[in-house]
């Protein structure tokens, strides 16, 4: 036999049309009472199909539509959200009505309704503006056409604007609420395609869409890939091994994608224009080809795998047993990286353990683990801590450093302190935005004026304060030139984690000359009457200069003559003040006018004051110094301690200081 040239190709960069594509049609898809799609439909549910990325579902999707036409009563309408996820919700529904109404008019002509007349000049008429515009419209439209069911399937919902995503859904539930006991339906069926279980979606808190049935889709199984290469042999005389096609099952565990690539290769650079048959072997070295090949299936994946590389690792290579509820193991499975079978979690398939777990890339990863990781500071309400737990836990799974106050400090620790330490630290603020931190007053507003303050000394296009908002709410205005983050939409906390590793690796990658010559300092406060006390102290701060850490106090600079200058000045670059306490402290006239007030308004801004008290005074009659954790501890002055109690002091507040400033 000749070999002959082929009418149709393996689709390997998207939608499979079988006049153009090979094509092989999905079996037993079921739902979990055992129904088919079309008896879904049938039924008048409503219902969503989850399938990993590149995985053929759009290719079933619009298979299983086409089937669907055939059926006379029915007014089948496709919409894709794709290229939605930026719009506002006018531009949203605008777009939907451009694409639902000419389907619409379409298929009423094909199918020769004889309301099309009414139907049309309706449209006309009737702009989609909203969700309740949407429903209107579809009860409109129910009394018009007499005999039709109308089914609208949505592929790619994940793109939907984030600000529509509850009031969409809520639609279509009140939609099939209303009518479900009625035959006349405004509409009869649903079906939503997505990377996501929609019903299992929960957005403020609730799940709009839990009426849904739902479905998955299957790879391909050994008999669908002798199906899909058969077709080519019938056109081209060049036939398959059966040891081959085993082995592309094997390597691939059936992902569509995978096995149309490696046809590809098979056919266009093994063994083209010929009726040789492709052997084992030829897989083989198709196999080598694939994997050091540049594409974009394996860049997509790889860009989701940076997110949850401890866990697919840990999947490689250790037993890990599988969890429905870890969200690492369902985004991994949802981007179609990982399979269970019963109790147990594996890689999809040996391609992608060979691609993603070579060597090199373990390597690599090892040395990413010893490499410094990002500090993020939370910043909540007490009322959002069941949201903000979640995320701490989801930054901690990507590697990096989340403080969170009710995690990080200890039971005895003084809350500002430790506050203020996390603060010092930290590489990125998140801001957690809710109605209710919206609406309050008191330490989260002394947080995010400080993390503006941060961001302030940051260069233009750096990234450090990171607004979050866990409902729909309205922005404060402080922070209203800072892009949001909406953690009800479908990849908030995805996109949170790429913006951090994204800034850190750029932030690790850049030496500012002013940062290199910055040095950290500490302004000690104290009366001339007392300077004893700061005799006392400043042996303890000395060990603090090896990690270059200044300390200013008045009698290192008596030669200037513009002495208010320079305590601005000292103050203006210190992060830490000590605030030697006693009576004379008190009355100075000139700590009260000049020193305390530009430390005060430091304090405010996020800067720490450590009050000593070193001789018996009226401390607790001052406002600002009653809200401060006091030195000693048990507020006794050090005047009455004896000198060891003393040292033991001193030394505790020096490596408080080192925690902070190292």
């Not at 790619?156 to 099939?176: A, C, H, M, N, V």
């Not at 394996?298 to 795998?305: D, G, P, R, S």
């Not at 850190?504 to 406060?525: C, W």
């Not at 809200?627 to 048990?634: A, H, I, S, T, V």
């Amino acid at each position: 036999m000749e070999y002959k040239e082929p009418k149709r190709t393996f689709e390997d960069t998207g939608f499979v049309n079988p006049a153009e594509s090979y094509y092989v049609k999905l079996e037993n898809i079921v739902n979990s009472k055992n129904q088919n799609l079309k008896t879904m439909v049938d039924k008048s549910r409503y219902f969503s199909i989850f399938a990993p990325r590149q995985s053929g579902k759009t290719t079933f999707f619009k298979g299983f539509a086409r089937d669907l036409e055939k059926d006379p009563e029915y007014i089948f309408i496709l919409l894709s959200f794709e290229d939605f996820s930026e719009l506002r919700t006018q531009e949203f529904y605008t777009s939907i009505e451009e694409e639902m109404y000419s389907q619409l008019i379409d298929r009423l002509k094909q199918i020769n309704c004889p309301q099309i007349d009414s139907a049309a000049d309706y449209l006309k008429t009737h702009r989609l503006r909203n969700s309740r515009s949407f429903k209107l419209i579809l009860r409109k439209l129910n009394e018009i056409i007499k005999q039709k069911k109308i089914v609208i399937f949505i592929d790619e919902f994940d793109g939907i604007p984030k600000q529509e995503i509850f009031s969409f859904l809520t639609t279509l539930r009140k939609l099939y609420q209303e009518y479900k006991d009625k035959d006349n339906k405004a509409l009869y069926s649903v079906g939503i395609v997505g990377i996501r279980n929609v019903a299992k979606l929960s957005v403020k808190g609730v799940s709009p869409f839990n009426i849904a049935d739902h479905i998955e889709l299957t790879s391909f199984n050994l008999k669908n890939i002798r199906d899909l290469y058969g077709q080519y042999t019938k056109e081209t005389n060049q036939p398959f091994t059966e040891e081959a096609m085993q082995k592309v099952f094997e390597e691939t565990g059936g992902q569509p994608w995978l096995v149309s690539r490696l046809a590809n290769i098979l056919t266009k650079k093994i063994k083209p224009e010929t009726v040789d048959p492709i052997t084992l072997e030829d897989v083989n070295k198709a196999i080598d080809i694939l994997l050091n090949e540049p594409n974009d299936h394996f860049e997509n994946l790889l860009e989701k795998l940076s997110i949850y590389k401890n866990t697919f690792f840990e999947i490689a290579y250790n037993n890990i047993v599988y969890d429905p509820n870890d969200s690492e193991q369902s985004w991994l499975r949802q981007y179609g990286l990982m399979k269970h079978i019963d109790k147990k979690t594996f890689i999809a398939n040996e391609i992608y353990r060979k691609r993603f777990c070579s060597e090199k890339i373990l390597q690599d990863h090892i040395d990413e683990l010893s490499k410094p990781k990002p500090h993020i500071f939370l910043c909540h309400a007490k009322e959002d801590i069941n949201h903000v737990r979640h995320i701490y836990e989801r930054l901690k799974n990507a590697g990096f450093h989340p403080w969170l106050d009710e995690m990080d400090i200890l039971p005895g620790q003084n809350w500002n302190l430790e506050i203020q330490k996390a603060i010092n630290k930290t590489d990125f603020a998140l801001i957690f935005l809710s109605e209710i931190s919206v609406a309050k007053r008191g330490y989260v507003n002394k947080e995010i004026k400080w993390a503006i303050d941060r961001q302030s000394e940051k260069l233009d296009d750096d990234i450090f304060l990171v607004p979050v908002k866990i409902e729909e709410c309205e922005m404060p205005q402080s922070l209203s030139c800072f892009q949001a983050v909406d953690l009800h939409g479908l990849e908030g906390v995805e996109r949170i984690i790429r913006t951090i590793k994204s800034q850190f690796k750029k932030n690790n990658q850049t030496i500012l000359p002013s940062a290199i010559n910055q040095k950290k300092k500490i302004f000690i406060s104290y009366c001339n009457e007392d300077e004893q006390w700061l005799e006392m102290l400043l042996p303890y701060l000395e060990p603090l200069e090896y990690e270059e850490i200044e300390y200013w106090y008045d009698k290192q600079n008596q030669l200037n003559n513009d002495w208010d200058t320079e305590i601005q000045n000292a103050v203006e670059d210190s992060q830490i003040f000590i605030c030697l306490i006693s009576k004379n402290y008190l009355v100075s006239e000139f700590i009260r006018k000049k020193e305390l007030p530009e430390i005060l308004n430091k304090n405010k801004e996020g800067r720490l004051i450590i009050p000593v008290i070193v001789t018996q005074c009226a401390w607790k009659t001052l406002p600002w110094l009653k809200k401060l954790q006091m030195f000693p501890k048990d507020s006794v002055p050090l005047n009455k301690k004896n000198e060891e109690e003393q040292e033991e002091i001193l030394i505790n507040i020096v490596n408080d200081i080192g925690e902070i400033l190292c």
